[in-house]
């Protein structure tokens, strides 16, 4: 399993990004996805899920209505819309599925900051 993550960087707040993450070495239409989170000094936080179909999508209260999660099945790849991001969104973006057991991939680091 193979997991990296795209698309972080420098944002001030109220700004947007788009995370990327190409997934390899499992049937990715089979899996559901997951974008998690770990802030500076904290834990990993769930952000968001989504099914198999890419048709129902599940977020944290947190980030529910700013961000919105999508996949792409014949490109191995899911996705996360970060919108109206704000500085307690500073963090390193991971995805996560789980297969046998949970797998991360590097992160990308997304800074919210004026």
């Known amino acids: 399993v193979q997991l990296v993550e795209s698309g972080g960087g420098l944002v001030q707040p109220g700004g947007s990004l788009r995370l990327s993450c190409a997934a390899s070495?499992?049937?990715?239409?089979?899996?559901?996805m997951s974008w998690v989170r770990q802030a500076p000094g904290k834990g990993l936080e769930w952000a968001s899920s989504i099914k198999t179909d890419g048709g129902t999508m599940y977020y944290a209260d947190s980030v529910k209505g700013r961000f919105t999660i999508s996949r792409d099945n014949a490109k191995n790849s899911v996705y996360l819309q970060m919108n109206g991001l704000k500085p307690e969104d500073t963090a390193v973006y991971l995805c996560?599925?789980?297969?046998?057991?949970?797998?991360w991939g590097q992160g990308t680091q997304v800074t919210v900051s004026a």
């Open positions: 070495g499992f049937t990715f239409s089979h899996y559901y």
């Open positions: 996560s599925m789980v297969f046998g057991r949970r797998y």
